[in-house]
């Protein structure tokens, strides 16, 4: 990707962040703000360019503003770039922020998203009067002329901005899942670090399917969305003293902190740092998608004063009580588990016998025979992209159940490295089959502790087995050093005549279908093995999407 494209993504980005259209000297300023030093000239040579493509338009006199398929482009095409920016963001958003907690006037960082029902408003009141909010100050925008209700909320982010303004620096790990149990925290379920994806952590997890909030508030048992943060433990008392008086103005959420070195729930902390668990921002509108109710969540997109938020109500009964005393174990990230079954490959290329890595869902066994059949319908109308093999498992405690078992693409990294090939697993991702097929959404394998791939699922952003539009199908990408480049093409060659899924084996430094290698390193481009599993599920057929469960023979399995 060239500096010019680099450029012309950041002036899409201001643009995108403006509510009018924008000349070209303000442009210049936020360039020059984040390191790009153009003259207001170069930044309308760049704008041209970007007009002729459709990225903007010229609105007069009064500069230009982005176009829907600049939106799409900013989006989509540069994902690569994606999956540090969102990290990138939110250390913005942080340095932003200056509420005075003393005063309580500043700027805080908000979500703000989109109801469509009063009733909606009454469910998010209950929330926030359970404590499971980072504060009861919002903002309620009705639509004029539509059934619309914008509620803007304090996101958790303005606490590690507010504790940055007191010398304190607050590191970004992690968005996640928290378990509670009779009120009391005990352990995250599930993280994902808020470095190298492209979506945010917590928007991965906004699903009625993982969470029950709502169970929280009734019963004291569920499982809610939560941040982790961590600070120097030199800064412990006094953050414990910023927090206490920020809880007395009605801006909290703080589920736990450890003492210095001490693991918390689940996670562990380095020697001489502290670890921060906060209700995620979002927790409120999460509640109302387990209704059902429609709702377009939007996390950590503004600066808003806080003098235009005022609080939903003044009675707060927390549903949480103290995190437990009992020590967690730490929470087994699923690079950690794959490389452990990525060296027990052993299947053997020539041969075409031995273990390789699969995948197995379970699905209800009066339900095979059409699971079967759209396994068989999307192979045959995508058989470059879809892996063939399959092999049916019994379910080890329900006969009513089978499993489906996939070849999970962490096979092809377990045969090269059985090769004496180094090969990493870096990013699962979405992959659209346009002309070239390009990646829109990346996450790592490093730093999360679900199956990317899973995440894309149960939020249904594949289009796996749809007849019109653009598919969307999973994929992921893996790094090789460059000097293993021959041996490994001939291998991967064979791993493709197989029908092993290997869509693209790129060059070094090349941007491979949106993806992009580090130095003296090429990648490779190679299919999920939940494919056909992601289609079963679009059919509507209930079906528990699990990967990565186990080794079985290759030469057992059969091909669709």
Aim: net charge negative; with cysteine.
């Amino acid at each position: 990707m060239s500096e010019s494209e680099h450029r012309m993504i950041e002036i899409l980005r201001i643009l995108n962040a403006q509510d009018k259209p924008t000349g070209s000297k303000l442009i210049a300023d936020e360039l020059k703000n984040k390191g790009y030093n153009l003259g207001e000239r170069a930044v309308r040579y760049h704008m041209q360019i970007l007009d002729e493509k459709g990225y903007t338009e010229r609105m007069g006199y009064s500069g230009r503003q982005i176009t829907d398929l600049g939106r799409e482009k900013l989006e989509k095409g540069l994902i690569y770039d994606q999956v540090d920016f969102i990290h990138s963001k939110f250390e913005e958003m942080i340095y932003l922020t200056d509420f005075n907690y003393m005063t309580q006037t500043g700027n805080v960082v908000v979500n703000t998203s989109t109801i469509y029902n009063e009733e909606s408003i009454n469910i998010l009141k209950e929330i926030f009067e359970s404590g499971l909010s980072v504060s009861p100050y919002v903002n309620l925008n009705r639509v004029r002329n539509k059934d619309e209700i914008e509620v803007t909320t304090i996101c958790g982010t303005t606490i590690d901005g507010i504790l940055l303004n007191e010398g304190i620096p607050s590191q970004l790990q992690y968005g996640g899942l928290l378990k509670i149990e009779n009120h009391h925290p005990t352990t995250f379920t599930e993280l994902i670090s808020y470095k190298k994806t492209s979506i945010t952590p917590l928007d991965a997890f906004t699903n009625a399917n993982l969470t029950s909030i709502l169970d929280v508030v009734t019963k004291g048992t569920g499982i809610i969305p939560a941040n982790f943060r961590l600070i120097p433990g030199i800064g412990r008392a006094k953050a414990v003293d910023i927090i206490n008086k920020l809880d007395k103005i009605g801006i909290g959420g703080i589920i736990d902190i450890s003492q210095e070195g001490e693991d918390i729930l689940g996670i562990p902390v380095p020697e001489g740092m502290v670890g921060i668990a906060i209700v995620g921002g979002i927790t409120p509108f999460c509640a109302i998608k387990e209704l059902g109710d429609e709702i377009d969540i939007r996390i950590a997109e503004e600066i808003r004063d806080f003098k235009t938020l005022s609080p939903i109500t003044s009675e707060i009964k927390p549903a949480l009580k103290p995190a437990g005393t009992v020590k967690q174990p730490k929470i087994p990230f699923v690079l950690s588990k794959s490389w452990n079954l990525i060296q027990q490959v052993n299947f053997d290329v020539e041969k075409r016998k031995g273990d390789i890595i699969s995948n197995v869902s379970y699905i209800n066994r009066e339900n095979v025979d059409d699971a079967l059949k759209i396994m068989e319908d999307t192979y045959n109308s995508n058989p470059k992209y879809i892996n063939p093999y399959y092999k049916f498992i019994d379910h080890p405690t329900d006969e009513n159940k089978l499993g489906i078992a996939t070849i999970c693409s962490l096979s092809i990294d377990g045969l090269l490295i059985n090769n004496g090939i180094m090969c990493n697993p870096i990013y699962s991702g979405l992959l659209e089959l346009t002309e070239p097929p390009l990646f829109i959404d990346l996450i790592s394998y490093n730093g999360t502790t679900i199956d990317p791939h899973k995440i894309f699922i149960s939020k249904n952003m594949t289009s796996i087995s749809a007849n019109y539009g653009t598919k969307k199908i999973l994929a992921s990408f893996k790094e090789i050093p460059y000097v293993a480049r021959e041996y490994a093409v001939h291998l991967l060659d064979i791993l493709k005549n197989t029908g092993f899924s290997i869509y693209k084996i790129g060059k070094p430094r090349e941007v491979t279908y949106n993806a992009k290698a580090d130095n003296y390193n090429f990648g490779v481009v190679a299919g999920g093995g939940l494919n056909t599993i992601g289609a079963i599920k679009e059919k509507g057929i209930p079906i528990e999407v699990k990967s990565a469960e186990k080794l079985i023979p290759f030469e057992e399995m059969d091909r669709l």
